[in-house]
T-cell receptor, first 112, second 114 residues
Framework: TQLLEQSPQFLSIQEGENLTVYCNSS?????LQWYRQEPGEGPVLLVT?????EVKKLKRLTFQFGDARKDSSLHITAAQPGDTGLYLC????????????FGQGTILTVHP | EAGVAQSPRYKIIEKRQSVAFWCNPI?????LYWYQQILGQGPKLLIQ????????DSQLPKDRFSAERLKGVDSTLKIQPAKLEDSAVYLC????????????FGQGTRLTVV
């Protein structure tokens, strides 16, 4: 069974601060996705990374896939209250073909 | 493009009652997932369909949960009888194909068992 460990589990910061969320596994994934979920809604896909070492940027968000495709990070620059939500990483493929496994999530709160 | 549709949005039932959730995936998506999400946690996969066949149901409590996707499009998830610990959000998601795990989620059904 492939497991994804996210850290930290909770993050409470002030507007303008930077933060990094980590997603780690002992398993290799074919792809890794990051989702953001707001209360009362389903997760929304932010990005997919598929190549070891890949870096993708989405405005103030920077996503990186580890060289060995076992870990990933999400870095937010100058966080804003609108970034508040549950951030989820999910690994696809690897030894579990076609299966999408989620981490436990990071609850981010950005205070004005 | 219409998204994943789920109904109902909310459901409150008493323990030992039965309940059913419905999901209509994005048109053309072959893979359909049902996830259970406890408040503040990541989604846990219950069952995954590829067209109308089951790919993975290893974490589905089969003594009380059942799911079907008879025509390879819509799907229903049923709980009978419900327990207090089944209180959660049930999320349906779909993706183009089994090898493409970029999933699109519905809004979910929030189930409260009292």
């Amino acid at each position: 069974t492939q497991l994804l460990e996210q850290s930290p589990q909770f993050l409470s910061i002030q507007e303008g601060e930077n933060l990094t969320v980590y997603c780690n596994s002992s398993s290799v994934f074919s792809s890794l996705q990051w989702y953001r979920q707001e209360p009362g809604e389903g997760p929304v896909l932010l990005v997919t990374v598929v190549t070891g070492g890949e870096v993708k940027k989405l405005k103030r968000l920077t996503f990186q896939f580890g060289d060995a495709r076992k870990d990933s990070s999400l870095h937010i620059t100058a966080a804003q209250p609108g970034d508040t939500g549950l951030y989820l990483c999910a690994g696809g493929g690897g030894t579990s073909y076609g299966k999408l496994t989620f981490g436990q999530g990071t609850i981010l709160t950005v205070h004005p | 493009e219409a998204g994943v549709a789920q109904s109902p949005r909310y459901k409150i039932i008493e323990k030992r009652q039965s309940v059913a959730f419905w999901c209509n995936p994005i048109s053309g998506h072959a893979t359909l997932y049902w996830y259970q999400q406890i408040l503040g946690q990541g989604p846990k996969l219950l069952i995954q369909f590829q067209n109308n066949g089951v790919v993975d149901d290893s974490q589905l409590p089969k003594d009380r949960f059942s799911a079907e996707r008879l025509k390879g499009v819509d799907s229903t998830l049923k709980i009978q009888p419900a327990k207090l610990e089944d209180s959660a959000v049930y999320l349906c998601a779909s993706s183009w194909a089994q090898e493409n795990t970029e999933a699109f989620f519905g809004q979910g059904t929030r189930l409260t068992v009292v």
